[in-house]
């Protein structure tokens, strides 16, 4: 049953009425712990409230493998900041608790129940269904969660960076983040499964391994809940303090797929059509908006991230927003740049072999230097059907690895870096 207002006046009604859901007044309110801000601050009132109206409050931990609180207790307070130190301190934690079964049956729903049924997109104020390969809700993510489970061979050889970023459909990793985020599969369930399937057989380890992917989820909710002002560069201690440019102009060409970079914007056309992009593509266009290419803030990337991905998850992107900008203790070196024209099986694991045997595809990843005779053949000429390539990557990049070194010795920033930015940038 969905109760829809502002939590503290539609809960705040129930915990002292019982309406409109039941006869009498509760005594009992139980609900699944959150870590994110939002979610600290919307609890904090409704125990108050339940306080106010004798009400008791249970909450439990269920969209972790541990309990946040507990586990960073068990860390004396600090979230780890590499798999490694994850992977000690699960050792040092024991296995999580398994997944209740499902119960056999349930209480009937109060009469009247019906008006508060799920509502639809459009009573939420969607005008359609999302364009996606994606369906919703508990069914679907139970099915792809069961059928991941049963590709013993896929689990036992995965290794995150040898998944291909241009593989999507099917994509090459298990697409069940947004099951995950929405708490439609459980963690715990999907870590017992993981165990199940390896146990008794040779397989890929942490930090690649999925388990090593469940882990690095962990770390963001532990990040998320012990490092201050996470989710900003003012304030937080793991952020490093970084004089990031602001150009709408720019972020709006990256956010929609028309930086000239057929690399960065089919993985930014992929995320707006379908809200979902592989793992090292998020590398790349992160890693573009910032030190990378445009110099503009990951706050600004996350925030677009938060709008279009499916999976949107407030500890997993700031977490590897953090990185991928090069601002935190758990980024790698700010200096190892992704290049925007990647190369068959570069970093970014473009392996497209189509590509790699059709000679005429040979220009995909960077079309400006196909000759005007090929550009018209293939009914792209560059600058009118295609936006030219927004920046000199080589000019931009030297430039802004020059700004982040200058940020952090702390010496002034002069000028002369945005007039280098500036030209740079040729359309
Ligand atoms: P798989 O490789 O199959 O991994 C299984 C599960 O492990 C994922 O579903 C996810 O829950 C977890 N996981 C995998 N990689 C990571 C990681 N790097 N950090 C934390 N958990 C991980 N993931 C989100 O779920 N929500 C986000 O908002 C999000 N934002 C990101 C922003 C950036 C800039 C980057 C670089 C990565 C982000 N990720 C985010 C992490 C990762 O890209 C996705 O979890 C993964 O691509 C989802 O696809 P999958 O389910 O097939 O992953």
Same mark, same amino acid.
């Given at each position: ?17 019982? #309406?409109?859901?039941?006869s009498?007044?509760p ?5 699944e ?5 939002y979610?600290?601050?919307r609890?904090?009132a ?5 306080k ?8 439990? *931990? ?7 609180e ?18 000690t ?8 608790? #398994?997944?209740?079964?499902i ?6 729903l109060p009469?009247?129940?019906?008006a508060?049924?799920? !509502?639809?997109? #459009? ?12 369906s919703?809700?508990?069914?679907a ?8 489970l049963k590709?013993?061979?896929?689990? @036992? ?25 929405f708490?439609?599969v *459980?963690?715990?369930e999907?870590?017992?499964g ?9 397989? *890929?380890?942490? !930090? ?8 690095? @989820? ?8 012990s490092?201050?002002?996470?989710d ?5 201690p793991?952020?490093?303090q970084? !004089?990031w440019a602001?150009n ?17 914007d089919?993985?930014?056309r992929q ?29 600004q ?17 700031n ?6 900008a ?27 072999p ?9 220009y ?5 230097t196909?000759?005007?005779e090929v ?8 600058? #009118?059907?295609?936006p ?8 931009v990049?030297?430039?802004n690895?020059l ?9 002034p ?12 940038? @040729?359309?």
């Amino acid at each position: 049953m969905v109760l829809r207002g502002k939590p503290e006046e539609v809960i705040g009604k129930l915990l002292k009425t019982g #309406k409109p859901l039941l006869s009498a007044k509760p005594t009992l309110i139980l609900w699944e712990k959150d870590t994110e801000p939002y979610a600290l601050k919307r609890d904090a009132a409704i125990i108050k409230l339940a306080k106010q109206n004798h009400v008791e409050v249970r909450t439990f *931990s269920g969209h972790t493998l541990w309990d946040v609180e507990q586990a960073l207790a068990k860390n004396k307070g600090k979230a780890p900041t590499t798999n490694n130190a994850m992977q000690t301190l699960a050792k040092a934690l024991g296995e999580p608790a #398994k997944p209740l079964a499902i119960p056999s049956k349930l209480p009937p729903l109060p009469p009247g129940a019906k008006a508060y049924d799920v !509502p639809t997109l #459009k009573q939420m104020g969607y005008a359609g269904s999302v364009q996606g390969y994606l369906s919703g809700g508990e069914t679907a993510g139970a099915a792809r969660m069961a059928t991941m489970l049963k590709k013993t061979s896929f689990i @036992r050889t995965f290794k995150k960076p040898q998944t291909r970023s241009t593989a999507y459909d099917p994509p090459d990793t298990t697409m069940l983040s947004p099951y995950f985020k929405f708490g439609c599969v *459980s963690i715990r369930e999907f870590y017992w499964g993981l165990k199940k399937v390896c146990s008794g057989a040779s397989h *890929s380890k942490p !930090p690649e391994s999925l388990l090593g992917q469940i882990y690095f @989820r962990e770390m963001a909710y532990l990040m998320g809940a012990s490092i201050p002002n996470f989710d900003q560069q003012a304030g937080n201690p793991s952020c490093k303090q970084i !004089p990031w440019a602001k150009n709408p102009k720019m972020l709006a060409a990256w956010e929609h797929g028309r930086t000239g970079f057929p690399y960065i914007d089919a993985a930014m056309r992929q995320l707006n059509r379908v809200g979902w992009m592989h793992h090292l593509a998020r590398h790349a266009v992160a890693c573009f908006l910032t030190r990378g290419d445009l110099w503009l803030s990951w706050e600004q990337g996350r925030d677009v991230f938060d709008k279009l991905l499916l999976d949107a998850d407030w500890a997993l992107n700031n977490m590897n927003w953090l990185a991928l900008a090069g601002v935190a203790p758990w980024s790698p070196p700010f200096f190892r740049v992704y290049h925007p024209v990647p190369k068959m099986d570069s970093a970014l694991n473009v392996k497209d072999p189509e590509a790699a045997r059709e000679r005429k595809r040979q220009y995909i990843y960077a079309p400006w230097t196909a000759p005007m005779e090929v550009q018209k053949t293939a009914g792209c000429i560059i600058g #009118k059907d295609y936006p030219k390539p927004m920046v000199d990557h080589d000019e931009v990049c030297k430039a802004n690895l020059l700004r982040f070194k200058r940020a952090l010795s702390k010496a002034p920033s002069t000028g002369a870096d945005c007039d280098t930015h500036g030209k740079a940038l @040729r359309s």
